[in-house]
């Protein structure tokens, strides 16, 4: 059967899964007790190292689901997306509103990435 | 790396990405102003349009996941789904109640196909 | 184009999807009017039996997404869950608050899963 590479393994989950150039992720802020603005870039640069631990770069994503438990942190959010989302290399992309198992975080994603 | 083809790239998202044959995409109805019912049709004919643009049809569909933001569309939406999915070839699917980001919008799909 | 295995066809789904050495399910507990504790362990053996159908077992999970509709419900399910992943070979996982498309269902994970 094909490998499974697994990054950050707990006893919960693992932080990246990669299996046939594949790598599956998700991402919560490191600290969710800033505000929102911090908290979306602090994820976006986490995408970053995480890709790049991954042998990656922000240009190799496929599919972001986005969970925003704000509806009112839409536009804030996409702000700090658009500038940070390389020109030509845009995801798919999804966004609900819905809470997270995690107090505090102001956004959850999970990340499909070609590495 | 393995090629990732983007389709309709904008500044926020790809309308299509497709890696390794496997394509990610997401719709929501062209005309979040119309009734539920119009919506659901309107979503499903363009998931045909962008397997066509991809070559593939409706029988490549992997897994779809639905957001449904009012809990009383899902007796409407099943029976346009149910007549639109081609016989004995379902594809995984889930589905769960949440506020999408976009104001209007009765249904947004999240699609993973193989073209 | 790739082949695609489907298992537990109906109208509406399948059971589980294979293509490329990759399975999408989803799944619910068999028994909704079971107690929270219960459904969440019925609904990571049907995972088992599902994953040993396709081939594989619980060490081949790739991403598992977590529909939690009520929130109390998480420190029981992650206690559950803790105990039935095996050591070194979690996951990616994500997990939101929405309400389910089935009435009284407690959970619904959707699967991803090397084959």
């Keep these: 059967m094909s490998q499974i590479i697994r990054h950050g393994v707990t006893r919960r989950w693992s932080d990246a899964v990669v299996n046939q150039g594949v790598a599956y992720f998700v991402e919560v802020p490191d600290n969710p007790e800033a505000d929102a603005a911090t908290q979306f870039h602090q994820v976006l640069s986490q995408i970053d190292a995480r890709l790049q631990q991954l042998g990656g770069d922000r240009t190799r994503l496929l599919q972001v689901l986005i969970y925003l438990p704000e509806a009112g ?23 609900v509103h819905a809470p997270l198992a995690a107090a505090g975080y102001r956004v959850e994603l999970v990340i499909t990435a070609a590495v």
Tied chains: 1, 2, 3.
Excluded at 86 to 93: I, K, L, Q
Aim: hydrophobic share 50%; aromatic share 14%.
């Design 73 to 95: 942190d839409l536009a804030a959010f996409n702000e700090i997306w658009d500038a940070w989302v390389p020109e030509g290399h845009a995801p798919s992309r999804a966004c």
